[in-house]
């Protein structure tokens, strides 16, 4: 899969360009109904498969602080883009000149000029151009200009609601892995890198990397079962999210127990995959107290990694 970071310096040469336009936070199922109409069509028409989207996301460039947290940073985004059959992505800066295109220069300078496209494929909720003034009505009036094909994807429905990162997000506010797993069509993952901590973790024998995620989302404060993947490599692990209200009661922190590691990690990468969540957050009445439950987590996780290995 190609990747072009700066596409208002270069064109997208491939052969009949099938473009979709969008962030893709999550590249949740909805999003994949639209990249998998994006794929049908560039092999019926053996053109190639494109994707546009836009970093940063519109929201975190007009409201840089009160935007959401994403659920994929840019290089997993790519990664699940890849796994769906897309063949070349634009990484689109969103910046004042951007922002700035009424959707009639968007079209003809970004979709048509630049990106060469022979059909765009987008969602239900499309929206570009200034002030997102541009719907799908004034994108297919310009592609009549322009000489390109467009196509628009219903909105897919689960349990009667619509399947949208917001949904998502929501879901993993309230710790529901369960829902937000089957929205996603596959476990939620967050990355971060490992941070030098108080080491309190090691002082009761767990000793804990301590993780500062990439403006990802967040689930709600608990104990949960993931995996690690960290250096190539991949590693059971209970994590805990929350304020530790048995030692100290501070900020929010995320730290992940890796079974049978060992070594310093601080400054690494690291990919935490959530697959179940196994209680709240508690306050035990002594440390011996939070020990002993912190032992039978782990004995949970590993039990659960040896039945999924069944």
Known sequence: MRVIHDIRATRLDDSNPVLTIGSFDGVHLGHRAILDAVVAR?????????????????????????????????AKKLEL???????????????????????EDFVREIIADRC???????????RFGRNARGDFDLLRE???????DVEQVPPLLMD?????????????????????????GRPYSLVGRIVPGRHIGSTIGFPTANIQPHHSAIPAQGVYICEAKLAGAQYPAAVNIGVAPTIRNEDLTIEAFLLDFSGNIDGSEIELVFRQRLRSEIKFPTVQDLIAQIHKDVEATRAFFVSARA
């Open 160 to 184: 009667g609601e619509r399947v949208s990162s917001t949904l998502i997000r929501e879901r993993l506010l309230l710790g529901d892995l369960e829902k937000a797993e089957a929205f996603l």
């Open 116 to 126: 060469r496209a022979k059909a765009v494929v987008v969602g239900h909720d499309f």
């Open 42 to 74: 560039a092999n019926a028409n053996g053109g190639t498969a494109a994707v546009l989207t836009l970093r940063p996301h519109p929201r975190e460039f007009f409201s840089p602080g009160h935007a959401p947290s994403l659920l994929t940073h840019t």
């Open 81 to 103: 883009f890849e796994q769906a059959g897309i063949e070349a992505v634009v990484v689109l800066r969103f910046d004042a000149d951007v922002a700035a295109l009424e959707p």
């Open 142 to 148: 310009l592609s009549q200009r322009h000489g390109f």
